[in-house]
Each structure stands twice: as structure tokens, then as C-alpha cells.
């Protein structure tokens, strides 16, 4: 089992930065590839970026690319996502996921992650 726990989220500017924070309790935390999905009014939650239990793949979403960016930090179980340039279209509760095993290019679907937190809402005004 791996436990995750959203913080970060908030209400900002469109331009402005946010840097959310996983953290993750339970199964060895370098064991498992890492994930960062959300989820806005109305829509599916949706593949935001992931990474390889090293940190050595990183996989992002078009519309974040340049924008975001994911890291983790195995000594202290902690998954990051740095957001730059928000626009408001990137609004949405932020979640935090895990999956056993490796994580590939095609791992961009809820059902490919076994874990979850509970989400952290992220607002962003014109």
C-alpha cells in the first residue's frame, strides 16, 4: 500500500507559479513510478505528467510541456510538480498517483495507477 497527500494548491494569477507537493507513506516510496493527473469541473480526470521511479523518464501532456515540471525526491518521499505560466485552462483538483512497476509513455490513464491521493484544488484567474 502507498498513502499520498496532496499539498500546494491554491487560487493565483494567470502567469503566476505553483509547486505542488505528494506526500507518500507505506511501500518504498523509490519502488514505485509516480504520477500527476487532474481533474476539472465536468471533465474526466485527465494525464498531467509522470515519472520513472529514478526521476531519469519524465513524461508530460502537450499543453504543460515547458510549462511543468515533475520531480520526486526518494530520500524524503516526496513527488513535485512545478507549475509555471498558468493559464486558467489549468484549473482543476490536482492528484497524486502511483503505479507499481515501470512507468512508460503510454501510462497516461487512470487505470494505470494503483494509488491515489486525495486532491489538491488549483485555481487560476484571468
Known amino acids: 500500500q502507498v498513502q499520498l497527500v496532496e499539498s500546494g494548491g491554491g487560487t493565483v494569477q494567470a502567469g503566476d507559479s505553483l509547486r505542488l507537493s505528494c506526500a507518500a507513506s507505506g511501500r518504498t516510496f523509490s519502488s514505485v513510478a509516480m504520477g500527476w493527473f487532474r481533474q476539472a469541473s465536468g471533465k474526466e480526470r485527465e494525464f498531467v505528467a509522470s515519472?520513472?521511479?529514478?526521476?531519469?523518464?519524465?513524461y508530460y501532456k502537450d499543453s504543460v510541456k515547458g510549462r511543468f515540471t515533475i520531480s520526486r525526491d526518494n530520500a524524503k518521499n516526496t513527488l513535485f510538480l512545478q507549475m509555471n505560466s498558468l493559464k486558467p485552462e489549468d484549473t482543476a483538483v490536482y492528484y497524486c498517483?502511483?503505479?507499481?512497476?515501470?512507468?512508460?509513455?503510454?501510462?497516461?490513464?487512470?487505470?494505470?495507477?494503483?494509488?491515489w491521493g486525495q486532491g489538491t484544488q488549483v485555481t487560476v484567474s484571468s
Open positions: 515519472i520513472s521511479w529514478t526521476g531519469g523518464q519524465r
Open positions: 498517483a502511483a503505479r507499481r512497476g515501470p512507468v512508460l509513455a503510454v501510462h497516461t490513464t487512470v487505470a494505470h495507477y494503483e494509488y
